[in-house]
């Protein structure tokens, strides 16, 4: 079991800066690849960026390319989620998730489907006001 624990989120004007925080315990050593999602009342759950723990590999949804940044720190089992220039629909729950699978995917496809990570967070709620 994998547990992951997000904190961070907060009220921000636009254009304004968060870094969101997703602590992993448990069976860590496992871990391969981590990922942030968002989700907002009424609409799916949509990538947002993905780091392969090993390498460093990131991925990111087009929406966010450019003002977000993902990053983990191994040693304290925790991914960073860095969001820069924020804007009002940026606006959502922010999740973080565990991915346990060692195949490597070309390409970015894989890391952006929800049922590909087994364990989530509960949430942190960023808000984005005009």
């Known amino acids: 079991q994998v547990q992951l624990v997000e904190s961070g989120g907060a009220l921000v004007q636009a254009g304004g800066s968060l870094r969101l925080s997703c602590s992993a315990s448990?069976?860590?050593?496992?871990?391969?690849?981590m990922g942030w999602f968002r989700q907002t009342p009424g609409k799916e759950r949509e990538f947002v960026a993905a780091?392969?723990?090993?390498?460093?590999?990131?991925y990111y949804a087009d929406s966010v390319k450019g003002r977000f940044t993902i990053s983990g720190d191994n040693a304290k089992n925790t991914v960073y989620l860095q969001m820069n220039s924020l804007k009002p629909e940026d606006s959502a729950v922010y999740f973080c998730?565990?991915?346990?699978?060692?195949?490597?995917?070309?390409?970015?496809?894989?890391?952006?489907?929800?049922?590909?990570?087994?364990?989530w967070g509960q949430g942190t709620q960023v808000t984005v006001s005009s």
């Open positions: 780091i392969r723990l090993s390498g460093g590999t990131t």
């Open positions: 448990g069976r860590t050593f496992s871990v391969v690849t």
């Open positions: 998730a565990a991915d346990l699978d060692r195949r490597y995917f070309v390409g970015s496809s894989y890391y952006t489907r929800t049922e590909n990570y087994e364990y």
